[in-house]
């Protein structure tokens, strides 16, 4: 029995929120909060008479604590999911503590407007004590670690496909394949087709927020940064076929690396297609990526959000999207002696998730495991209290999970690595 607060309800909330109707054991008691009412309220009508799992919608603007508070204490929550945006993270896990109740995330939180002074000064210590710059980073929500603690409540931080399962996969290997672990490459494979020249597979802000910072990579105990998609590699992924990847940072580096300092390499590479790549670096030099206001015919407008605004909504590329996901981790390292590679991942179709939950499988890879990493902490299976990513909690029961609701993970113990790609 137990009571849960989703926030948000675009793609990848939806999964989630099926996924929990699915499991109406545990989810017995669901509420869907968004800013756009409407939308919650579709999902409800969907699921109505098709799962035992009580649901109410509310409308929320999760910018506001005193507004969060007021659900919460109506709702009263065991754990509150925020599928919404990164933006709100910090708010919805102070409302969180204040009410006292556990929360879990898929993204690492970044400032909407990095420009605003309080931010650009933490962010610029960063960037110089770390080295990378992207504008996500842990260390905001890392700060909430003690008082989550204290209050003997969990924050599980980043718990999607990556960050999320990619976390897990490291944990599964060091547990089961490995006595050590020294380099990893996570890879993140989307092959589906939507047929659109441009659109993102989830909310197009963050995701363009993401592909247009520099990359950067952990070696030997420090960051190194580089131009945003100067390495490139060709890699043939099973299920989908070759496609270019392009070395991007990404938030688990950060956690892998304090969590595993054994390994000594950690990079991650996404594959993207050419009409991807042109049409970004388009709106970059118009500066349609820009986070800072401007005045338009009167009225302030954010360009990024503006070109949001023109995009399609990643919930709406389901019926459209064809291929699969192939995302996992390679690893090389040793065990009983003896040097060994290994490589973990999951392939994850399009058109499947669409017959099965009405969303393509980016939404699907991520709604799934923010699912199975609730059940984890209602379930009483993960315990240990604090702001957490997933590779601080036993993988087995979280992969077990998610092999049994529809994200199974396939190994090879004689991968291609990413540098017998070089020749
Ligand atoms: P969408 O844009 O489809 O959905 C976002 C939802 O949040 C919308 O319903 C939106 O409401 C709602 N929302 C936005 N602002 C607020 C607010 N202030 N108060 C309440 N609700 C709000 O995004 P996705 O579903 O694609 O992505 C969700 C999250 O998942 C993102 O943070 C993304 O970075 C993360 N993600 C993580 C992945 C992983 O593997 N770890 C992979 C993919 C995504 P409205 O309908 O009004 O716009």
Wanted: aromatic share 12%.
């Amino acid at each position: 029995m137990s009571r849960v607060i989703i926030i948000g309800c675009g793609g990848v909330a939806q999964v989630a929120i099926k996924k929990c109707c699915q499991n109406s054991e545990i989810f017995t008691d669901l509420c869907i909060a968004s800013r756009t009412l409407s939308r919650c309220e579709k999902v409800k009508n969907e699921l109505e008479g098709k799962t035992k799992t009580n649901i109410t919608v509310r409308k929320i603007d999760a910018e506001y604590v005193d507004d969060l508070l007021f659900l919460f204490n109506d709702f009263k929550p065991d754990l509150v999911m925020n599928l919404g945006m990164p933006y709100q993270n910090l708010i919805i896990m102070d409302a969180c503590l204040i009410y006292g109740c556990h929360y879990l995330d898929t993204a690492a939180y970044e400032p909407e407007d990095i420009n605003e002074p309080i931010w650009r000064e933490k962010y610029e210590k960063r960037v110089k004590e770390k080295g990378f710059t992207a504008y996500f980073d842990y260390s905001y929500q890392w700060e909430y670690d003690s008082k989550f603690k204290e209050k003997g409540l969990i924050a599980l931080l980043g718990c999607g496909f990556d960050p999320g399962v990619s976390q897990a996969y490291v944990a599964y290997a060091r547990k089961h394949e490995f006595d050590r672990i020294d380099t990893l490459d996570i890879l993140d494979c989307n092959g589906g087709d939507h047929g659109y020249p441009f659109a993102t597979n989830f909310n197009p802000e963050i995701n363009l927020r993401e592909v247009s910072s520099a990359g950067a990579y952990y070696e030997n105990g420090k960051w190194h940064s580089i131009p945003a998609m100067s390495i490139h590699q060709k890699y043939v992924f099973d299920g989908v076929g070759e496609k270019d990847m392009y070395l991007l940072h990404h938030e688990e580096i950060e956690s892998i690396a304090k969590n595993y300092p054994e390994i000594k390499r950690i990079r991650f590479y996404m594959t993207f297609g050419q009409s991807y790549l042109t049409h970004m670096k388009c709106f970059e030099n118009v500066g349609l990526l820009s986070t800072k206001p401007i005045m338009y015919e009167g009225k302030e407008i954010v360009p990024i959000q503006f070109l949001k605004a023109l995009l399609p909504d990643p919930a709406s590329l389901g019926p459209r999207t064809k291929g699969k996901t192939n995302i996992g981790c390679i690893f090389k390292g040793v065990k009983d002696g003896k040097e060994k590679t290994y490589y973990i991942y999951n392939m994850c179709d399009h058109e499947q998730s669409y017959k099965e939950v009405g969303s393509q499988a980016v939404s699907y890879t991520t709604g799934v495991p923010a699912m199975c990493g609730a059940m984890m902490i209602l379930k009483g299976l993960w315990t240990t209290p604090g702001a957490k990513t997933v590779e601080e909690y036993d993988p087995d029961p979280f992969i077990e999970a998610l092999d049994k609701y529809g994200l199974p993970k396939t190994e090879s113990y004689n991968p291609v690595m990413v540098e017998d790609n070089d020749r």
